[in-house]
């Protein structure tokens, strides 16, 4: 080989590894890119939704809430049917 062929041999394959180079750091770069907006929408996630555990969490509050209003409506029934119970009966006259 001569001179020119090895420099032309040489020439073409620092182009292409500088191609090949050049477009690994453009995906490179858009992967980048997809991860700082991964991280971010998981960021905006976190803060502004709530998790199973906190969701479970207040589920079981309220439902401990509505079991003690539950039991209060209950008892105030049975209130009332003894206050009902208690009451003297009225009688009624025939007028005919």
Do not use: C
Request: no cysteine; aromatic share 8%; glycine share 12%.
């Amino acid at each position: 080989m001569t001179g020119p062929e090895i420099m032309y041999a040489v020439g073409f394959f620092v182009g292409l590894f500088g191609a090949i180079f050049g477009v690994w750091k453009y995906v490179d770069g858009k992967i980048g890119a997809v991860r700082d907006d991964l991280a971010h929408h998981k960021l905006h996630i976190a803060e502004h939704y709530v998790s199973k555990q906190g969701l479970r969490e207040t589920t079981e509050q309220i439902m401990a809430a509505i079991g003690g209003v539950k039991d209060a409506v209950d008892n105030m029934t049975l209130r009332v049917d003894r206050i009902v119970e208690n009451q003297p009966q009225r009688r009624t006259t025939r007028a005919g």
